[in-house]
């Protein structure tokens, strides 16, 4: 690669050709400030935050668009640079809702650092905001016009990594606005709840439904037993929400945070995970020894099981009929659990914790439902609500001591932690199918072709003679080509097809922390796989809580009790 040299604030610098100023200027430790820019997506400049002084230019340039040339000067800190950037920041103020000591994101804002880094005490421009209807229709995402900047960050993932293109600019000039097509509500579009635009969003334009205060409410009635499940990839991402490293395994921290918050038991997600491969496993052998629909697809994932009810519904059987692990653990909690503690199913109050907005939306399906009556999940936390939970309560997480899952549903397998990585559900299944189609100990337990943040994966498996070819798919953008390949007969070869919402999976949920970029989602996945090494079981069926579970009350995979807790199905939801 050529290289260039230049020179910026005084100070020589070499740096590849195609480098961007912004990039080029992190590399002496300056900071230029951002908002519409994101490194994992394509270049908008239109917000001119970035602005800084070339010699030789006669107007300010963006520093996320320019790129620089050898023997260029850029000086980031002049009189005009600071004062522009000051400028474009007041007249975002200017057409911005202003109660930030009441709003969701305060202290956690881009808008709000980028006004405290440039010195904003007061703005010189009236603020000429013209307050419109929060977008509430959504079960899993609240839209507030009145937060909006405008950025375009939201656009661009819904349509370039997600493929749905629900929110685009509408009007024009400064009366434009992001919005759906033709003004709509959310719930009156395919939107999916999978909540992507709001992990992108600088600001509180686009946010999870909080329902921190139902919990509360839960917690402190006292004929409420009140029990808590955490999904696989919370423990390596609720650090970040204290400051930790982005990755730090912190599952012990999290139990103990969960007691200190006032859940009566502290379940693992993983429980069920494993039960999930059990039967999913079970499910795909069935199909493929009596001629079912192949390729079986999963149904983990409510995000993109909310796509294919939209968008293909003609291919729902494929679709595998298991439940996700949180309303199979749901099930269970409503269905087994009260038998064995001697309560009813409406004294339990059951709250999962999740990396998901389309969770919300799961959650409150109506056939997610213990016959007909009581939710199999009455309440889901995202990951930054709980963060925000705990802030409420006072608690220095990086401080506390770790504790251990409570029994029975707090006993898994590595298997199950990998659920919370693109293709950790296929390898989870594989681990599991080997051994019991071949009667054999899987020795190498590590799927290495079905891991990592490429789009489309795909692998063969030998199972005692069995060819099993199997394909890994995550953002909806990828679940879109998969399905078209089904449809064309091109995908005909696979058995199994894995298929994630949210890029990199779980990982990379939309009710995450915020600031989530490709580098850091692949932090996360290591830290997962990580957790699945230090295990001392690391294959589904080896769960001794699950084969418990089926000696006492399931009886089998695929049988009558199983179907009617754990199974369900899909419907056509095509507009």
Known sequence: MEMVKLKINNKDIEVEDGTLILDAAKEISVDIPTLCYHPDQEIKANCRVCVVEVEGQKTLQPACSTVVSDGMVVNTNTPMAREARKINVELLLANHDMSCTTCIRNGNCELQKITAALG????????????????????????????????????????????????????????????????????????????????????AAITEKEDIERVWDAINDPRKHVIVQTAPAVRVSIGEEFGMEPGSIVTGKLVAALRALGFDEVFDTDFTADLTIIEEGHELLKRIKEGGTLPMLTSCSPGWINFIEQYYPELLPHVSSCKSPQQMFGALAKGYYPEKIGKKAEDIFSVSLM???????????????????????????????????????????????????????????????????????????LR?????????????????????????????????????????????????????????????????????????????????????????????????????????????HENPAVNTLYDEYLKEPLGEQSHHLLHTHYFDRKS
Do not use: W
């Open 120 to 203: 904003i005490r007061e703005t010189r421009f009236e603020n000429i905001l013209v307050e419109q209807e929060k977008d509430e229709s959504s079960p899993a995402l609240v839209r507030n016009q009145n937060k909006c900047i405008k950025c375009g960050r939201c656009i661009q993932i819904c349509a370039k990594v997600q493929g749905l293109s629900i929110l685009d600019y509408m009007g024009r000039g400064n009366g434009s606005e992001v919005k759906p097509a033709y003004g709509k509500y959310l719930n009156d579009v395919n939107c999916v709840a999978c909540g992507q635009c709001s992990v992108v969003c600088p600001v």
């Open 355 to 429: 990396p998901c907005t389309a969770k919300k939306y799961e959650a409150q399906r109506s056939e997610m439902c213990l016959d007909g009556k009581y939710p199999d999940v009455d309440v889901v936390l995202t990951t930054r609500e709980l963060g925000r939970m705990m802030g409420q309560a006072g608690i220095e997480f990086a401080q506390l001591e770790e504790e251990e899952y409570d029994a029975p549903f707090g006993i898994s397998t590595g298997a199950a932690v990998i659920f919370g990585a693109t293709g950790g559900v296929m390898e989870a299944a």
């Open 432 to 540: 599991t199918v080997y051994e019991v189609v071949t009667g054999k100990t899987l020795e190498a337990l590590d799927f290495n072709a079905v891991r990592g943040l490429e789009g489309i994966k795909e692998a063969s498996v030998d199972l005692d003679g069995m060819q099993v070819n199997v394909m890994v798919a995550h953002s909806l953008s990828k679940a879109r080509q998969v399905m078209e390949m089904i449809k064309s007969g091109e995908a005909s070869k696979y058995a199994f097809i894995e298929i994630m919402c949210c890029p990199g999976g779980c990982i990379g949920g939309g009710g995450q922390p915020y600031g989530v970029t490709d580098e850091l989602r692949q932090r996360r996945i290591d830290a997962i796989y990580e957790a699945d090494a230090k295990l001392p079981f690391r294959k589904s």
